[in-house]
C-alpha cells in the first residue's frame, strides 16, 4: 500500500533558509575597479531579476518620482561607460524595483558586513550574548583558579 502524499505538506529537507544574502558569483562581477565591478553587478541584476529593463525603469521611475530610462540602466549596466555612474537614489530605486538584495550585499561585504532580515537580528543578538557569556564564564573560571581557596 503507498502513502498518499500531502502538497500542503512542506519538507524539511527542502527547506533554505531565505534570510542570510550570498551575494554574487564573484566570476560574474570580475573587474579591475569599482566602477566596473559595480556596472557588472547591476548587469547581472538586470538579467536576474526576472523583468524586462523597460518594465524595471518604470518601476524605479515610480520609485524615485522622475523619469529612468532603458538607455540610463544600459550604461549603468555597462563597464565601458565609466563616464556614467548610477547615483546612490538611483541604486536606492534599482533594489527597490528588482528586490534584489545582492546589491546591498555588493557593499556590505568588502567591510566583512552581511545583509540579514530585520527579522532575525533578535537571534543574532542572543547569539552574540551566548558567546559574550562564554567568554565571561571563562574569565570566571580563571580567576577563581588563580585565586583559589583562599577567598571563598
Request: with cysteine; charged share 30%; aromatic share 6%.
Amino acid at each position: 500500500m503507498s502513502r498518499k502524499t500531502d502538497d500542503r505538506q512542506l519538507s524539511l529537507l527542502d527547506w533554505v533558509p531565505p534570510i542570510v544574502s550570498t551575494g554574487y558569483d564573484p566570476r560574474l562581477i570580475r573587474g579591475n575597479s569599482l566602477g566596473f565591478r559595480l556596472s557588472r553587478a547591476i548587469s547581472v541584476t538586470l538579467e536576474e531579476c526576472g523583468q524586462s529593463r523597460p518594465e524595471v525603469a518604470e518601476r524605479m521611475s515610480d520609485i524615485l518620482g522622475r523619469a529612468v530610462t532603458v538607455n540610463m540602466l544600459n550604461a549603468y549596466a555597462s563597464g565601458q561607460r565609466e563616464d556614467h555612474q548610477i547615483s546612490v537614489p538611483r541604486y536606492d530605486a534599482l533594489i527597490g524595483a528588482t528586490q534584489d538584495r545582492r546589491l546591498l550585499e555588493f557593499l556590505a561585504e568588502p567591510r566583512g558586513w552581511t545583509v540579514v532580515d530585520r527579522s532575525i537580528l533578535p537571534l543574532v543578538d542572543l547569539a552574540a550574548l551566548a558567546e559574550h557569556k562564554k567568554e565571561l564564564l571563562r574569565m570566571e573560571k580563571g580567576l577563581r583558579r588563580r585565586i583559589g581557596g583562599r577567598y571563598a
